[in-house]
């Protein structure tokens, strides 16, 4: 029989028919799965909560002849749902990742970007940094594994490394004062410092930035990964910050 | 393909919800076959539905005049609101018999992807309706999903400031399905159970 098993992350579900749902599942070593679960809407239903959006899962797929996958058997690796759902800014935070994700990815094997969600979203669920912080730092390491990093130690425009002095979405990061559009919104060292902790992961740096610097950046991560997607993420509006 | 009129019916039934090309074909066909199928009946039905079910402005329920007659029922606690998704979530609350009070329908679920947020949900009329002190419970019952949770967190957390006694319904087991699924004696027991937050 043509079945085949992996981890995944569930990024989202659409109602089909009267109890079913179309789940959409990044996978570990299959790229992004949608596939059919049955009966998933009845309380009663064999799945619970497994095929809940942020769950982390262990699933058994029956490839059929309809071009959509069919969810036999699932098993929970990865609670995160539930310490998700309840803090509000932190289900706000997992969405746009979802969605983010959703969209780096197709049916390739994309083995870094099913690793990072899955440590954001753990994180996530544990508390461990504050939710708009987990999110710029997931946005812009999974725009760098996508090969759409800012432009951070050089300018964009031209490659000079010397005097950087505003950040250009079009232009993809920072540009020199050479080569910066009049008007450009002028940005210092500092926020190339941030950028780079957020790549990075320094935590301790970032919890000690001014709140008003962090959610100038998050507008700048936000203008960045909705300038390379064709369509805008939905979710980046109902951020809570 | 059909030609013509058939296509254009089975176009029509398949945009309905939850129904998929193959059942818009059966069901056209059913519509085109059947002799004893009152075909005039249904359309004047359809007609009606649109002209005459309003939807009430206390509660969002579904109704046949400005307020439903749940709102209209003077035998019904005006203390105590329940907090549900959709009109159809009301009647599934309703047959379990547990609850004797009002309604609100949000008319969904907080859903960034689908880009719903809490402006597009009638929030904003539930805190009015909390304003006058009249109502001292609120019974946040909406699906045990992803969704359905964030929205009463987020609910939770706004009703926090104001003075009056929050629960929310409880299922036990973690669960992932539509409330209008469950069964009396679950949903009736959830009532029941349901938990101060
Ligand atoms: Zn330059
Ligand atoms: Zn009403």
């Known amino acids: 029989m043509p079945t085949y098993r992996d981890e995944g992350i569930i990024l989202r579900t659409f109602n089909l028919g009267e109890a079913d749902r179309i789940v959409t599942i990044l996978t570990r070593s299959h790229g992004k799965v949608r596939a059919v679960a049955k009966g998933v809407r009845r309380t009663a239903s064999k799945f619970g909560s497994r095929l809940e959006p942020f769950m982390v899962t262990d699933v058994q797929f ?24 309840g803090h509000y800014d932190r289900f706000t935070a997992a969405s746009v990742m979802a969605e983010t994700a959703e969209r780096l990815t197709d049916a390739e094997k994309a083995t870094n970007q099913y690793t990072l969600l899955l440590g954001a979203l753990r994180s996530l669920s544990r508390g461990e940094h504050a939710p708009h912080l987990t999110l710029d730092s997931y946005l812009m390491r999974a725009f760098s594994l996508a090969g759409w990093s800012p432009s951070l130690d050089t300018c964009s425009r031209c490659g000079s490394p010397e005097d950087l002095t505003a950040f250009v979405v079009h232009f ?35 919890e000690s930035v001014d709140r008003r610097h962090l959610a100038r950046v998050s507008s700048l991560i936000s203008a960045h990964t909705q300038w390379h997607l064709e369509r805008a993420l939905k979710s980046l509006e109902h951020v809570a910050r | 393909m059909y030609d013509g ?56 329920n579904v109704g046949e005049e400005s307020r439903c007659g749940i709102c209209r029922d003077a035998r019904r606690d005006p ?50 309706r909390l304003s006058d002190g009249t109502v001292t419970e609120v019974i946040i019952a909406t699906d045990p999903n992803m969704e359905g949770e964030a929205t009463a967190t987020y609910i939770t957390r706004l ?30 027991r959830a009532f029941e159970g349901r938990r101060t937050v």
Do not use: N
């Open chain 1, 62 to 85: 029956y490839q059929g002849r309809s071009s959509l996958d069919t969810i036999q058997q699932a098993e929970t690796l990865g609670p995160y749902g539930a310490d998700i759902a």
């Open chain 1, 172 to 206: 993809g990061g920072m540009v020199c004062a050479t080569c910066a559009p009049p008007g450009s919104a002028r940005v210092g060292s500092d926020t190339v410092e941030i950028f780079e902790a957020l790549l990075t992961g320094q935590w301790d740096f970032l």
């Open chain 2, 159 to 188: 009703l926090a400031s104001i003075e009056v006694k929050v629960s929310r319904l409880a299922f036990g087991l973690p669960v992932g399905g539509d409330l209008e699924y469950a069964d009396e004696v679950t949903l009736g």
């Open chain 2, 5 to 60: 009129i058939v296509q254009e019916l089975i176009d029509e039934l398949g945009r309905l919800p939850g129904v998929g090309p193959k059942s818009a074909q059966r069901i056209a066909f059913h519509i085109l076959q059947t002799e004893s199928f009152d075909v005039s009946r249904l359309a004047q039905v359809l007609t009606d539905v649109r002209e005459k079910v309003k939807f009430c402005e206390i509660c969002g």
């Open chain 2, 79 to 128: 203390s105590s609101i329940c907090v549900v998704e959709e009109a159809k979530d009301v009647v599934a609350i309703e047959r379990t018999r547990e609850f004797r009070g009002l309604y609100h329908v949000l008319g969904g679920s907080i859903s960034p992807m689908d880009g719903v947020g809490p402006d597009d949900l009638r929030i904003r009329q539930l805190l009015t």
